[in-house]
């Protein structure tokens, strides 16, 4: 066996090989990461992709375990900004912007409005923008609306970030607005707003939008989907989880959803194939007051667009 080997071993220990291999893998799994939800037929699709992923992976790891680590976590943990239309750009150019720090990296804001402050958190991918079809009919219900894009994320400082940097973000810009009266949540952005840490003891009113319930879970589903070798991508996880000192369990709604003792409206769609409605039904049995609204036919985005949202979220707020 070690015969086969030791030549691989020499190949890849030479730097122009291995650079060039692994910018090869860079790629290949960002490009598998474009196409990829998070369902479970997920590892069914694209077997000879996820195949090659596996294969050159466990072989960078054997070989320079550090290096490889790099490049994974380049490929997975740079999010994939959205574009911003002209709308959105009109939208944004009537706002007032301001900044705030956390970890040391600028976090972009946008504020609309006067009256009752509502905070609006975009998921994974995202930017604060995301949310738009929500902004003006809570601005002409007399609301004020602040967005923001968490760090590494649209116009934020960052290349790459995880789910405790999308915590802090939400934290920062929570307590830089001198506390919001409402936070409106989507996908994994509604995850981190469950961790706000000086709004869950109060009467502060979520909204949270396909919400995801067990992190680690999700988390783990989308290494294993992309055909990874598991333990590189485990490796990842566990040294952001040292890190920030917490795992992610510690953080995860699973864990510490039942905090929150103010109403709670959730949305989700039973056609989700990005975070299953098997999430919002969990999440809304796990919580002392939430009412849960599924829809079906809208999935995991376009479920922002529904006029049924909209119109029952302004109708919550108000009671």
Known sequence: MYRYIRPLKIVFQRPDSFHIIGICLYWKVKAGLGRL??????????????????????LMWFVAPSMTAKIIKKAFFASRNM??????????????RFEVMALGKTIQCWKWGSGPSILLVHGWGMRGIKLAPLINPLLESGYSVVAYDSLAHGESEGDTTNFFELVES??????????????????MGAAAAVNL??????KIKFVLIAPIYDLHRVIYTFGEASGLYMPVYEN???????????????????TIAGDIKAPVLIFHDEDDTTVPVRHGEALAGKLEDARLVKTSGLGHNQILKSKELVERVIEFLAE
């Open 197 to 202: 840490r000086n709004g869950n003891g109060k």
């Open 170 to 187: 939400v934290n920062a810009v929570f307590d830089h607005i001198g506390e919001a009266d409402f936070v409106i949540a989507h996908s």
């Open 83 to 96: 574009r911003v239309d002209d709308s959105h750009k009109t939208l944004l150019a009537g706002a007032e």
């Open 37 to 58: 939800k998070l369902k479970s037929n997920a590892m069914t699709k694209n077997k000879t992709g996820k195949l090659v992923i596996s294969i050159v992976s466990k």
């Open 236 to 254: 990842i996880i566990h040294n952001i989880e040292n890190n920030f000192g917490k795992t992610l369990n510690d953080v995860s709604p699973m």
